[in-house]
């Protein structure tokens, strides 16, 4: 949506600054085109991200096989793994839940330019006409803070623990396979996991 609110801006100043209807319904044509393109745009980020999540949910259903079979030091790195996927799905849904919104917000966006022509066709007063503007400017500006929402969402990154001391004799037992490792997954990666297993 990079280039859309620099295009819809133009577009509302046309709205307000001009009386001419035709000009004007030109300029919702061209708003609507925009519209529709940052549409399909958004619908083409939702399939994506459910690719991306159906991958990654993949993964993660492979490495809980793998931790269920692993020992000693590898239960931790597949466990570290498994959690990193964990979060990383969570950021991607959310940004699905952005890009939901914001199509929601698109659909109503399109349905109030449909309604600022059809006004405009009626042979509206101004201040009518004025008062549809004003309300798709206010939709633009949701739209606008839902973009940030989304792009702020890509940003966020996984940091990895602070590293502890090492015990050198429980290490070398867990080798030796002379001890086990039980996996150290928090309670709500042991039930997203037993979910993901459900499926």
Do not use: H
Request: cysteine-free; hydrophobic content about 35%; glycine content about 4%.
């Amino acid at each position: 949506m990079a280039n859309i609110w620099e295009s819809i801006r133009e577009f509302l100043l046309k709205l307000f600054i001009g009386n001419d209807t035709q000009q004007r319904i030109k300029t919702l044509n061209a708003m609507e085109d925009r519209f529709r393109g940052t549409e399909r745009d958004n619908e083409d980020s939702i399939r994506e991200l459910k690719e991306d999540i159906k991958k990654e949910e993949n993964r993660i259903r492979k490495l809980k096989k793998e931790l269920d079979n692993s020992r000693g030091t590898n239960t931790r790195i597949v466990t570290a793994e498994i959690e990193r996927i964990f979060r990383g799905l969570d950021r991607t849904r959310g940004r699905e839940n952005v890009i939901a919104s914001n199509l929601e917000r698109i659909n109503v966006a399109l349905a109030k330019v449909a309604e600022a022509k059809a006004a405009l066709n009626a042979g509206v007063s101004e201040d009518e006409f004025d008062d549809i503007a004003v309300e798709i400017q206010d939709l633009f500006g949701s739209l606008k803070t839902m973009d940030r929402a989304a792009k702020a969402l890509e940003l966020e990154s996984y940091s990895t623990p602070q590293t502890a001391t090492v015990d050198a004799k429980e290490r070398m037992e867990e080798i030796t396979e002379e001890k086990g490792t039980e996996a150290d997954l928090s309670e709500e990666m042991k039930k997203r996991l037993k979910e993901l297993e459900l499926e």
